[in-house]
Structure formats: structure tokens, C-alpha cells
């Protein structure tokens, strides 16, 4: 994940409060961490990501046009300078809206130069700074604010716990973006209450690696699931993408779920979730995305297929390959090609057991060489050793099914 910093979230609620005077909310922008190669994933942020440079953060205000002319050129400690002798002439109930804008301005500037050098200490500052704008915007009246600096806090602590303490922070985080998701939805904010949810459940899952994996995914794909639903009724075309990214999003933490909890049931609802996202895009809508979800939902489907032998999973496993390596005809990224050729050749290695042994064997055997042939040692050695196995498993079944059949010429002479 990349790191995240103010920006993102100061256009997208001055856009908010824009957008609201026209009575039109636009809904939604996580992490997709890193998936192992066999399972790929969009490579697309289903969380919005906070902008290193700065954006426009006077807001028509004069007495903070200067500090942020300073900051838009980069003069992060001047501008700091500048507000910390602002915020002494101001009072925390005469000036309570003015001082939680500079306070949040002074957290911005510590957390841009916590990239230039005593990182701790400034990212330790800048959550003073936040901490102390959120209880002054609290009041419902400063919502779009309040929300705001919620969001700056919840990325700060996401940055800290890279440094330290990561189930502190991390937990932090997920409290902090839980908070946000309750006040947008009290202001009837679709947008911005998906955002927060999301964020939460990215937090919760990057918790999963630390332990208490179960809860953690659970709460994470509860998250995700809630986040999908808030904008269920939205139209805009930006909310629709954003929900696509939370729905795979969810589906990958469902699969993750599947190796601590109820396995069949999160594995289902992890193909419930591609398949959603697939019925969202429709077949002529982002082409690579769609690929790689198909193949995804193919490889779900033949684990079910392994635990349950239900020839209909395996069935659909095989339509939705079919379907992925068509889409991945003239795919600019061979690895996705080559994944979606390994899962089909697992795919029709099963299916051989039903009909047409032979024939599917062989034609098994062709889409693992070709795999093989774009993955390469390094990134990709952990599935191109997978695919090699699984090549040296299917020739030994073709072999079989030679000899059974010279055994059964020689019976019939």
C-alpha cells in the first residue's frame, strides 16, 4: 500500500461540499495488499490514497493563505513555524473553527516531513495536532471537517504502524475510520461513509497477519461487505467502479477468511463476491479487470469443486476460464495470461475424470507449457513450480490412460 497523505481527502470533501449544494453525492474510493501469484488481484486501491503534494487547503480562508502558499511550495517547515504561532493567538471557543484548521494544517506539515527525516517525532506531532482538530471539530455543525481531519488521523496512524507498534496503530486506524463511517452516515454522506468502512477493513486486514487472524478477517469482511452496500442504490459512475473495488477486495479477504473459518461457506461467498463484481462490469466494461476476476472466481470454484465433487461448480469453473483466457487474447501482462492458462489447465485436468480423458489431458498439458513458458524464476517461482508439478502430474495421467488402452487391445486379440 502506498503511503497516504492529505491531499485525497481534502479534494474529496471540498468536492463533497460542493457537490451537496447541488443535492448530488458522488459515493466511494482499498488495499488491496499483496496477493500471492495465484491469486491476482486488480490493481487498483479500493481505498483512496492520501496525495504526497500538496492541494489547496486555504478554503477562501485569508489568515491561512499564507501558511498554505508555503506549504504549496513545499516550505513544510516555515509553514509550520508560521501556525505554531497562529494557533497561540487563538482561542480553543472563540475560534474554535479557525484553530482546528490550523491545528490540522500543523499535523499535514509534520507528516510531510516525517518523509525527510526524524519520521517518528513528526508523525508523533502531527497526531497531537489531528487528535486535538478532531475534538474541536466534533460539533456536528464542522461535519465535513470532522470527517476530514478523521481521515488525515486514520492514514497517520497507518504510517506510524509501519514504523512501530503496528497492532497499536493498526487497531488505531480502524477505530479511528470506524468513528468516520458513523458520522458520514449521520450526515447521510454515502461517499464518504464507504470510504471509512473500507479503510477499516483494509486496517483489520493487514491486523490478520499479525494475529487473531479469524477475528480480524471476519471484522475485515464485514467492513468491506457494509462499505459494498452503502452505495448499492448509487448510479454514478465513480461510485460503481469504487464498489467493483470493494466487492473483489472482499472477495480476496473471503478467500483468506477460508483457511481459519467455516471453509466451504467463505470460499461461497468469496465467489458470490467476484460474481457480483463480474454482473457490475459487464462483458465489455474494463476488460483486464474482468479477466482477472474470472480467473479468480474459476480457481474458488475448483476448490469448492475439490471438497464437494459437485460437477456444476466444475462446470462453471470451466465457463468462467473459457471466458478469461478470451479476455486475456491481447493481455498487455503475460503473468495474467499465464495465470489464467495454469488455472484452466487445472481446470481440464479435472474434468478429463468426466469426459473426454484423453483429449482434455492433452490439452491440459499445452496451457501448463505455455504458462511455463512466461513465468520465470523469482517473482513468479512459487506458482511456476506449482505449474511444473501439476505438468509432471498430468503427463503421468496420459501415460495411464496409454497403457489401459494397449491393455485392453491386447485382451480384445
Not at 486488480?42 to 492520501?50: L, V, Y
Not at 466487492?247 to 479477504?253: F, P
Not at 473459518?261 to 459487464?282: C, H, I, K, P
Amino acid at each position: 500500500m502506498p503511503q497516504i497523505l492529505s491531499v485525497g481527502w481534502l479534494y474529496l470533501f471540498i468536492a463533497v461540499m460542493i457537490i451537496s449544494v447541488v443535492r448530488i453525492f458522488f459515493k466511494l474510493r482499498t488495499i488491496q495488499n499483496e496477493a500471492p501469484m495465484d491469486r491476482p488481484v486488480i490493481k487498483i486501491e479500493p481505498m483512496p490514497a492520501r496525495n504526497k503534494e500538496q492541494g489547496d487547503l486555504s478554503e477562501g480562508d485569508p489568515l491561512l493563505a499564507a501558511s498554505d502558499d508555503l506549504v504549496r511550495q513545499g516550505r513544510y517547515s516555515e509553514a509550520l513555524r508560521s501556525l505554531e504561532q497562529m494557533v497561540e493567538n487563538l482561542s480553543p471557543t472563540e475560534n474554535r473553527e479557525t484553530m482546528g484548521k490550523v491545528l490540522f494544517r500543523i499535523g499535514a506539515c509534520h507528516s510531510r516531513l516525517a518523509t525527510r527525516g526524524d519520521k517518528i517525532q513528526h508523525l508523533l506531532k502531527a497526531g497531537e495536532a489531528l487528535r486535538e482538530a478532531v475534538r474541536l471539530f466534533a460539533p456536528a455543525r464542522y461535519r465535513v471537517h470532522y470527517l476530514r481531519a478523521l481521515g488525515e488521523l486514520a492514514g497517520l496512524y497507518e504510517d506510524l504502524a509501519r514504523q512501530k507498534n503496528p497492532v497499536e496503530y493498526l487497531t488505531q486506524s480502524a477505530r479511528t475510520c470506524e468513528t468516520g463511517a458513523e458520522a458520514a452516515s449521520q450526515g447521510g454522506l454515502d461517499l464518504p461513509q464507504a470510504m471509512f468502512l473500507a479503510r477499516s477493513g483494509s486496517a483489520y486486514r493487514k491486523l490478520a497477519t499479525y494475529g487473531e487472524a479469524q477475528q480480524n478477517l471476519r471484522k475485515a469482511a464485514d467492513a468491506f461487505k457494509k462499505a459494498a452496500a452503502a452505495l448499492e442504490d448509487v448510479e454514478e459512475e465513480a461510485a460503481l467502479r469504487e464498489r467493483i473495488n470493494i466487492l473483489k477486495v472482499l472477495g480476496d479477504t473471503c478467500v483468506e477468511l477460508a483457511a481459519y473459518f467455516q471453509r466451504a461457506d467463505s470460499l461461497a461467498w468469496a465467489v458470490r463476491s467476484y460474481e457480483s463484481v463480474l454482473a457490475l462490469m459487464g462483458e465489455g466494461q474494463y476488460p483486464r479487470e474482468r479477466g482477472v476476476v474470472l480467473t479468480e472466481a474459476g480457481r474458488i470454484l475448483l476448490e469448492i469443486y475439490d471438497s464437494e465433487k459437485s460437477p456444476a461448480h466444475l462446470r462453471q469453473a470451466l465457463r468462467y476460464l473459457r471466458d478469461a483466457l478470451q479476455a486475456a487474447g491481447g493481455e498487455e501482462d503475460p503473468i495474467r495470461k499465464g495465470m489464467a492458462m495454469a488455472v484452466m489447465g487445472d481446470a481440464l485436468s479435472r474434468y478429463a475424470d468426466q469426459k473426454d480423458r484423453r483429449e482434455n489431458l492433452h490439452r491440459a498439458v499445452k496451457l501448463y507449457e505455455s504458462a511455463l513458458g512466461i513465468f520465470k524464476d523469482g517473482v513468479q517461482a512459487e506458482e511456476r513450480e506449482r505449474v511444473r508439478a501439476a505438468l509432471a502430474e498430468t503427463v503421468q495421467k496420459i501415460a495411464g490412460v496409454g497403457e489401459g488402452e494397449s491393455g485392453r487391445e491386447g485382451e480384445g486379440t
